[in-house]
């Protein structure tokens, strides 16, 4: 364990718990002391994973009880994904939910026969406590073995059994799908506070992207627009937002998005900034480009290391400011009103509190905060217009815009010498992916340069530290130097579509014929020739008892999702139909789950939908004039539907002649022009602004 790059199991080498890592050699230990696995998995921003580490796993006795009973294993759900996933459904079949820390106790052979989450010391939550169940569990192993090794063989036997799926047939899409989901998320909107259900609420992206690309197909109603836009401000006005310095917190505890489980992970900045991305160019709400900007700023200062890599998150938890000793959820974040005082002027206090809700006893609800840990805290949350809350303060508007912006900045100024928290400072392909694409659509919606360089310096890191060129090997994660985990489905999908994003933001070839050459990887080593779609992990690994297919769009895009949209764009840059053929047979590979419950694949609904509209190209040839070219190439970024494609044709794009024959066609004698095709079908050639408008306005 000491000499792991992981952050989480670094976190816990010094635990009196003898800690093995997922691997032979503990498998082996368990099977010479025929004891049963304790299997222990979460990550190092992970704010319930500290509390048990500090609880139990720090305590001699219980580690000794531990010590004893078990083989103990230690897994970063990060690093190895396809681990936690297996054993993840487990807890989620047998209790009904599921999260971190995640507690499992297996067989030595590795199949799981009791599992939970969090456990207190004692008894308390209505949970048995650690030592209790670790006692109960030891007792069983020597008087009813037998049982926990049928339990763990049926839920082998059951995971191993996959649902009917399209086994290779052709089946027709149509709307009536994407249209219940629509249905479904219309009846779980809220309608007072924006968002999809009640406490603890998610940002849920997926949910975003469907409706985004349901009213892109369908036409902007104003009833798709509400659920877009009316979420997206209330989670921009929430305490969910980090207003001083940007980005967003995991999700919020009450409805209001107020409080947050204040961690900050890379995939959600990714996400979250896409959808506002595709706001601010779809809808016209232009106040979201801003607000993705500030999120791509966030990265680029915290999360970018010098080689250019995303790290992976931050902490909820911090040392409180005044008791550097103890650690408290949001302490980073949340603020006094005496504190605010003395770092504002008296009219810059009036207006931060009216604006963000301030109060002198703390605006945190009681049912926000059940153990009281932000008595008397407020968790900055907006409360309207800057407008409003000038006149409530007493100030002019005009001078209220340079007090507030003043303000922001000696606010981020002050809480910057707080203790941080805890940087997981990991580099995972997957995550970096989607915030590449993030950025690049940031970018592309005129959110300044500084997205693009943050994209192209995290692609190029991608390419060069994680991506091994001879072997067409992508690797998971790097942190010092490479690890040794080869990249799983989801890593080789989300960097796909990042450097497909990136060619057509910045035109250079290199990243098109790097997603070529993933594709290439990922159907030879994750494709189910039986069933169709991807496996999670590619075969060979004998830890594993079973092989599963990523079939949920959750917090995360599920690797065959994004597979499927990767390959469906992929394949109609390169007018490849191989690809564009596994692109239509991985959606059909699951119509088992997106049928019966749409939800569950919001994504997968998005590529279908595109299957369903007619395939858009848009070629920009730059020619003699790189100005009309630019400015060409700027119009298409506004005004592009979600699903096309943008092929950028330049002087140094032989690689990409000569992998689309096709494109050798379009030339101009020297002129910039555009062309924008359907189904492979193209206008006349646009060589203005104007002419180029009325073709997309069109199409």
């Not at 499992?104 to 406590?129: A, H, I, Q, S």
């Not at 040794?484 to 060619?503: K, Q």
Request: hydrophobic letters at 35%; a negative charge.
């Amino acid at each position: 364990m000491a000499s792991s790059r992981s952050p989480y199991l670094l976190q816990h080498a010094a635990n009196p718990v003898d800690w093995r890592e997922w691997g032979e050699e503990a498998f082996e230990e368990a099977e010479r002391r025929d004891v049963p696995i304790f299997l222990s998995v979460g990550y190092s921003t992970c704010h319930w994973c500290h509390v048990m580490a500090h609880e139990s796993f720090e305590n001699e006795a219980i580690a000794e009880q531990m010590n004893e009973a078990f083989v103990n294993v230690k897994v970063d759900r990060e690093e190895r994904p396809d681990v936690d996933r297996i054993y993840m459904a487990f807890v989620q079949s047998t209790t009904g939910g599921g999260g971190w820390p995640m507690s499992v106790w297996l067989t030595p052979d590795r199949k799981p026969f009791y599992g939970g989450t969090y456990f207190p010391p004692e008894n308390r939550y209505g949970r048995m406590g650690f030592p209790a169940l670790l006692e109960r569990i030891s007792e069983l192993w020597q008087s009813r073995r037998s049982e926990l090794i049928q339990q763990g063989d049926r839920f082998s036997q059951t995971m191993g059994s996959l649902p009917a799926s399209a086994n290779n047939e052709s089946y027709s899409l149509d709307w009536s799908v994407p249209n219940r989901c629509l249905e479904e998320l219309v009846r779980d909107f809220d309608e007072q506070w924006g968002g999809f259900g009640g406490a603890p609420k998610f940002p849920m992206p997926s949910y975003l992207s469907f409706l985004m690309e349901i009213a892109d197909a369908q036409g902007l109603d104003v009833g798709k627009r509400e659920l877009i836009g009316y979420s997206l401000d209330r989670m921009s006005d929430g305490g969910i937002r980090d207003f001083l310095a940007g980005g967003f917190h995991r999700y919020s505890v009450d409805r209001y998005w107020h409080v947050p489980h204040f961690e900050k992970m890379l995939y959600d900045q990714g996400q979250i900034a896409g959808n506002l991305a595709d706001s601010a160019r779809r809808l016209g709400r232009i106040d979201d480009l801003k607000t993705a900007s500030e999120i791509v700023a966030y990265a680029t200062e915290q999360l970018q290391s010098d080689e250019g890599g995303l790290f992976s998150a931050e902490d909820a938890d911090s040392p409180l400011p005044d008791q550097p000793e103890k650690n408290g959820e949001g302490a980073f974040y949340v603020w006094s009103s005496s504190e605010l005082r003395e770092c504002l002027e008296e009219n810059a206090y009036a207006l931060i509190a009216a604006h963000f809700g301030v109060k002198e006893d703390g605006n945190v609800r009681a049912e926000s905060d059940p153990h009281g840990d932000f008595n008397g805290l407020n968790a900055l949350m907006r409360q309207g217009a800057l407008g409003t809350s000038a006149a409530k303060a007493g100030l002019p508007l005009e001078q209220a815009g340079p007090i507030y912006a003043d303000a922001l900045v000696r606010l981020k100024d002050w809480r910057s010498r707080r203790p941080r928290p805890h940087l997981d400072d990991k580099i995972l392909s997957s995550w970096n992916g989607l915030m590449i694409s993030g950025a690049c659509k940031v970018y592309q919606g005129g959110g300044g340069g500084s997205a693009l360089e943050l994209a192209t310096k995290a692609g190029g890191f991608l390419a060069e530290r994680l991506y091994d060129a001879e072997t067409g090997t992508l690797y998971r994660s790097f942190r010092i130097d490479r690890g040794n985990t080869e990249g799983f489905a989801e890593d080789y999908a989300s960097s796909m579509l990042a450097f497909i994003d990136l060619f057509e933001s910045d035109g250079d070839c290199r990243w098109l014929e790097l997603a070529d050459r993933l594709a290439s990887s990922l159907m030879e080593r994750f494709w189910d020739q039986e069933r169709g779609g991807f496996f999670a992990s590619a075969a060979g690994d004998s830890s594993l008892i079973v092989r599963l297919k990523d079939d949920y769009d959750g917090a995360e895009p599920s690797a065959n999702s994004m597979a499927a949209l990767a390959l469906q764009k992929l394949g109609l840059i390169l007018e490849d139909r191989q690809l564009s053929e596994y692109a239509r047979r991985t959606i059909e590979a699951f119509r088992y789950q997106w049928t019966r419950a749409p939800r569950s694949m919001p994504l997968m609904l998005v590529a279908m939908m595109r299957e369903l509209r007619p395939m858009q190209q848009i070629v920009i040839v730059s020619g003699n004039d790189k100005e009309t070219a630019d400015r060409l190439l700027e119009t298409t970024f506004q005004m592009r539907s979600l699903h096309s494609s943008v092929i950028r044709l330049e002087a140094n794009s032989d690689w990409l002649r000569n992998r689309n024959n096709r494109l050798g066609s379009f030339e101009s004698d020297g002129k910039s022009a555009a062309y924008v095709c359907d189904n492979f079908v193209c206008q006349e050639p646009a060589f203005d602004i104007e002419t180029l408008k009325r073709h997309l306005e069109r199409s």
